[in-house]
């Protein structure tokens, strides 16, 4: 309900700053100035994550996509840093695909991929940011990540929803764990290795 109320207020206030980084990613990289990509939600069901665009459509010679790094525009980078890239999910939280809080989510191309532990991440929403998010980001290694996550989904609670919120700001305010290390993002999951050991919250409002 809270979600309901709040999120149409914020798109209606962060309308201006959509509207003036849509007309830069048009000018920087042209069309089209949304990148929908599929991600799996809660209960596994696929849908269209909006996002603003930072980085152009280049292929080798064999077609595939060259990597994030090269594909990256300038003005990509500084979207990512800022994470304005991330506002249009402001919708995505309204059609009901995303919560403001929860693991963040993934390729569709990483599900089969996952471990039966890890898959309990989508036994809620995904959100705009998360646990993990607030602990290190794309410096976590993948299984660091996925542990947070599923301690989210299991003990979740609107207090420490609050706390992810406020240590978002300081995150986005501080541009840490932006990409991991020699990667422009993160690296690709691959699937499940030995879990190193991970400090959890000490109970669902730490």
Known sequence: MLELVVTPVLIAAAAPVMAATAAAVLITSGRPVLYEG??????EVTFGQLKFRTMRDLHDASGRPL????????????????????????FNILRGDMSFVGPRPLPLAYLPRYSPE???????RPGLTGLAQ????NLLAWDERFALDVHYARH???????????????????????????????PEFL????????RMPESSAS
Do not use: C, N, Y
């Open 134 to 137: 607030t602990s290190g980001r």
């Open 156 to 186: 979740g609670s609107f207090l420490l929803d609050a706390k992810i919120v406020w240590r978002t700001v300081g995150m986005v305010l501080r541009r840490t764990g932006i990409s991991a290390q020699d990667h422009a993002t993160a």
């Open 67 to 90: 990597s994030d790094g090269e594909r990256i525009t300038r003005f990509g980078r500084f979207l990512r840093g800022t994470s304005l890239d991330e506002l249009p999910q402001l």
């Open 38 to 43: 599929p991600r799996v939600g809660r209960d």
């Open 191 to 198: 699937g499940p290795a030995a879990r190193p050991a991970v």
């Open 118 to 124: 890890q898959r309990q991440r989508h036994l809620v």
